[in-house]
């Protein structure tokens, strides 16, 4: 017997772009048949009363235990294990309520991060499904060292992968290069070995899951694409004397190679308005402004020569709170991305790249993970704010309709 009938909804079809009246069924979590014909069984109703039903947004590149602070690493450095677990729990419910159903964590504490996955997976904590890498590997003092993630030799990367991948992580990912937030690294150089990066692509691939690289330096871009890498984040093109330059060439290897590029650009903003602010940044990234600001130009280049292109908030670091997904899609379209477009890069296209066969899509045989919303976002992606409910697995987690709307 199904459990839920969703009937009188505008379902959005995010890879055609297009919408259409029809009633939804779910049976076990599960989008078991749409139709556009009136349906009358035994299941609970739930009338959309004519809003616009599509996927549940996925980001694609987030940080739960940083604490969106503008300086988020004090923070963590500072904090006890209980204070991390409430941060990372804080985070997933405002996430869950702003429509983000699915989120890849790409980067936490080894330790801490198989525990806050249980309590999310148990219910203890409200939040989206949560695709983690664990700890990113790091050379020794390398970017983000303070996870845990540290390797030096071919054995400590096959060790650090396998032991991630048994404990739960469903995907890989590497610090191909320095990264601002951590002194004694700098964004400009390329520090973390090629044949190590090729020893984590084997390991991450043997298991069937897919790898990916903090890329700042021009040189880590390429290195990645050489080792085999799926995607690249951040894809600064900063040059040995730290300055942003665009390589097109090296952009349409990123393509040719069918390699994702995550650009973070609503957070490359908000970060270059802290800094502008604070007037200080560590002295290995004295180029960061304009690093950050360059992800929105970079992204216009990407769009132009047509690279595979997923949308990720980088939330969690310097003021990007756990609700921004929408500012990205808003920064792609902007540059020229149609309104569908941009919202396939946070649920269908970026699905296909998380290697979720069952998520991205509101059709049959898909997970139930939808949000109704009172505007048609193909119209204005504005309406992704505009929420009425949120459902997770089949679940309704939210009901922001009013009273009466919900008796009827």
């Known amino acids: 017997m199904p459990d839920i009938l969703i009937k009188n909804a505008n379902v959005i079809d995010v890879v055609a772009g297009t919408s259409s009246a029809q009633a939804i069924i779910i049976t ?19 009338d959309a009363a004519g809003r616009y039903v599509l996927p549940g947004l996925i980001d694609a590149h987030v940080h739960f235990f940083f604490d969106c602070s503008p300086d988020p690493v004090r923070s963590f450095l500072s904090s006890d294990r209980a204070t991390l677990l409430r941060t990372a729990a804080s985070n997933a419910e405002v996430a869950l309520a702003a429509g983000i159903t699915t989120m890849r964590d790409l980067g936490g504490p080894r330790d801490l991060m198989g525990v806050f996955c249980r309590q ?3 219910g203890e904590v409200k939040g989206p499904h949560v695709i983690s890498s664990g700890a990113p590997l790091t050379r020794k003092r390398g970017h983000c060292h303070f996870f845990g993630g540290e390797v030096s030799t071919d054995r400590d990367v096959r060790t650090m992968v396998e032991e991630q991948i048994a404990s739960g992580c469903r995907c890989v990912k590497i610090m191909a290069s ?19 990066m090729c020893v984590a692509r084997e390991v991450a691939h043997s298991h069937g899951v897919p790898i990916t690289a903090h890329c700042h330096a021009t040189e880590s871009i390429r290195l990645s694409i050489e080792a085999g890498l799926d995607s690249v984040e951040h894809v600064s093109f900063l040059e040995p004397n730290g300055r942003p330059r665009f390589d097109e060439g090296l952009a349409v290897r990123l393509r040719d190679s069918g390699v994702a590029v995550c650009p973070n650009v ?25 690093r950050l600001e360059a992800r929105l130009q970079f992204t216009r280049e990407f769009y132009r020569l047509g690279l595979n292109i997923i949308g990720g908030s980088d939330c969690g670091t310097n003021d990007t709170p756990f609700d921004v997904l929408v ?7 902007s540059i020229g991305f149609s309104n ?8 269908s296209e970026c699905a296909r790249n998380l290697r979720l066969p069952r998520t991205g899509q509101a059709k049959a045989g898909y997970d139930a993970d939808l949000i109704f919303l009172d505007g048609n976002p193909l119209d204005d992606l504005a309406a992704l704010r505009r929420l009425a409910i949120v459902m997770k697995s089949g679940e309704v987690v939210h009901d922001f309709r009013p009273t009466l709307d919900r008796c009827q």
């Open 327 to 333: 500012e990205e899609i808003q920064a792609f379209k």
């Open 340 to 347: 569908a477009e941009a919202l396939r890069s946070v649920t």
């Open 178 to 196: 320095g990264g601002g937030m951590t002194a004694g690294t700098r964004p400009r150089d390329a520090d973390f070995p090629f044949d190590l």
């Open 266 to 290: 609503a957070n490359g903003l908000r970060a270059a308005q802290v800094f502008q602010k604070l007037g200080t940044y560590h002295a290995g990234d004295p180029s960061v402004i304009e």
């Open 28 to 46: 076990k979590g599960r989008i078991e048949a749409l139709s556009s014909q009136p349906i009358n069984i035994d299941a609970l109703i739930i």
């Open 120 to 122: 999310v997976q148990r």
